[in-house]
């Protein structure tokens, strides 16, 4: 009950690339976001889909071509999915470095999982510790529970964060001095 409820308040929210008067997110989402041209890599990353039950084709398109789109040089995945995103990200062709236990490099982009993240006391603290201007953290499950919802929210408020885009099923957190506070909640 907690999803279809959730999800309706999202279709009540969200909007297209049509309401969206930050130039940033809104190239985001016409050069990336709506981007539906097939890659070469779509057969791969099918099959690697399969294999896991908690990693769609489409959140898995969305993210190479965030790495693409942003030119994304090093990234951290955590949580349960750390194999089967690595072996998506390994599908980039460019220059990726991708670790998978917090270094004390900051990172470009940082994947996680909203419910593990919402668990541990100080991970808020840590992910946006490990970011540097121009960085960017996806958030997977943000409306699957309401500690989920509530980790989202807090982050939105962050001062750090900048840019909030909810997807439903992932949250993008821009970190970008050059940018006012703004959220947005997209279908997509």
């Known amino acids: 009950m907690f999803k279809l409820v959730s999800y309706a308040k999202f279709l009540l929210r969200s909007t297209n690339q049509h309401g969206v ?3 940033f997110v809104y190239l985001l989402i016409t050069r990336c976001l709506y981007d539906r041209k097939r890659k070469a890599t779509d057969h791969q990353v099918k099959k690697i889909c399969e294999k896991s039950k908690n990693l769609s084709v489409k959140e898995s398109r969305l993210l190479l071509r965030l790495i693409s789109y942003l030119d994304l040089q090093t990234v951290l995945i955590l949580g349960k999915d750390q194999r ?3 072996q998506v990200m390994e599908l980039y062709t460019g220059d990726l470095t991708i670790d998978t236990a917090l270094s004390s490099a900051p990172y470009d982009l940082i994947i996680a999982e909203s419910n593990e993240v919402a668990e541990a006391n ?28 509530a980790l989202w929210q807090t982050l939105c408020k962050n001062e750090s964060v900048t840019a909030s885009i909810d997807l439903y099923r992932v949250g993008l957190l821009f ?3 050059e940018q006012l ?8």
């Open 84 to 86: 089967s995103l690595a």
């Open 181 to 188: 506070q703004e959220q947005f909640t997209i279908r997509w």
């Open 175 to 177: 970190i970008r001095r």
């Open 21 to 23: 008067h930050s130039p």
């Open 122 to 149: 100080d991970a808020i603290t840590m992910l946006l510790s490990a970011m540097h201007n121009d960085s960017l953290l996806v958030l997977r499950g943000i409306h699957s529970d309401p500690d989920s919802e």
